[in-house]
């Protein structure tokens, strides 16, 4: 299966460093948290995933929104992203589709070459002309994410870690040593960033690496709670939202 398989990740060393300053590159990295927190967290997320995958049917959040993305553009409900998961593994995570179906197999056409580098750098755009008018209000309101819900109940990502990225984000923007302590975790459906950067931080500064990284050294049970109900005014804000 995909999301079984590890992934040999090459690092940042021998390039040009444009985000990672040398002593932030060489900082020790200490991970917290032992094997009561990693089975108080997965019992956590289990439980509030379900429950919450229950209530967004039932209000109906999910039908609703799976029905609008239907009807406004063509293509599937669901935008399955491949990102490296704990350990390197391949995982498919899981948004409402927002952009276009051929956003990826068209994305010259739709950007400029200027929009293209940054893409190739950040991942993000403001004004990306590949977003669908639905998917611009989904993606404002992080409503397009909550299709996530699913990975964490199926355990690939969990409430609380680093952004699930790409293996093309690892290996440019971070070293051999941060990729292995970043991946020692799962990653997750918010953290340290999405509460205290989200996307107004990019790579280019190096402040999206030291913010993913600034986790683990403070992660735990009662640090996990702190920052979901920090994500909560941050959602409502659309801080950072693209």
């Known amino acids: 299966m995909e999301n079984e398989k590890t992934i040999n990740l090459k690092?940042?060393?021998?390039k040009e460093?444009?985000?990672?300053?040398?002593?932030?590159?060489?900082?020790?990295?200490?991970?917290?948290?032992?094997?009561?927190?990693?089975?108080?967290?997965?019992?956590?997320?289990i439980c509030a995933s379900f429950i919450g995958i229950l209530i967004l049917i039932v209000i109906p959040v999910l039908p609703i929104t799976a029905l609008f993305v239907k009807l406004t553009s063509k293509?599937?409900?669901?935008?399955?992203?491949?990102r490296v998961g704990k350990d390197g593994k391949n995982i498919v995570v899981y948004k409402f589709r927002s952009m276009y179906i051929d956003a990826e197999s068209r994305i010259k056409e739709y950007l400029t070459p200027e929009q293209y580098k940054?893409?190739?750098?950040?991942?993000?755009?403001?004004?990306?002309?590949?977003?669908?008018?639905?998917?611009?209000?989904?993606?404002?309101?992080?409503?397009?994410?909550?299709?996530?819900?699913?990975?964490?109940?199926?355990?690939?990502?969990?409430?609380v870690g680093p952004r699930p990225i790409t293996r093309t984000e690892l290996e440019e923007n971070y070293t051999k040593y941060q990729?292995?302590?970043?991946?020692?975790?799962?990653?997750?459906?918010?953290?340290y960033w999405q509460v205290y950067g989200r996307s107004d931080v990019d790579y280019?500064?190096?402040?999206?690496?030291?913010?993913?990284?600034?986790?683990?050294p403070k992660?735990?049970?009662?640090?996990?709670?702190?920052l979901i109900f920090l994500t909560i005014p941050?959602?409502?804000?659309?801080?950072?939202?693209?």
């Open 11 to 14: 690092g940042s060393e021998g």
């Open 17 to 45: 460093a444009t985000s990672n300053n040398a002593s932030f590159a060489n900082q020790e990295i200490k991970i917290k948290g032992g094997k009561c927190y990693a089975f108080f967290k997965r019992t956590f997320d």
């Open 75 to 82: 293509g599937p409900v669901f935008f399955k992203d491949k």
């Open 118 to 159: 940054i893409w190739l750098v950040e991942r993000k755009l403001d004004n990306d002309p590949r977003i669908t008018k639905f998917g611009k209000f989904i993606r404002k309101t992080s409503i397009d994410e909550l299709a996530q819900l699913f990975n964490i109940l199926g355990g690939s990502i969990s409430f």
């Open 179 to 191: 990729i292995e302590k970043l991946l020692s975790v799962k990653p997750g459906l918010t953290g």
């Open 204 to 216: 280019k500064s190096g402040e999206r690496q030291r913010e993913e990284l600034a986790y683990l």
């Open 219 to 226: 992660r735990g049970f009662w640090f996990d709670i702190k």
């Open 234 to 242: 941050a959602v409502l804000k659309h801080k950072g939202a693209k």
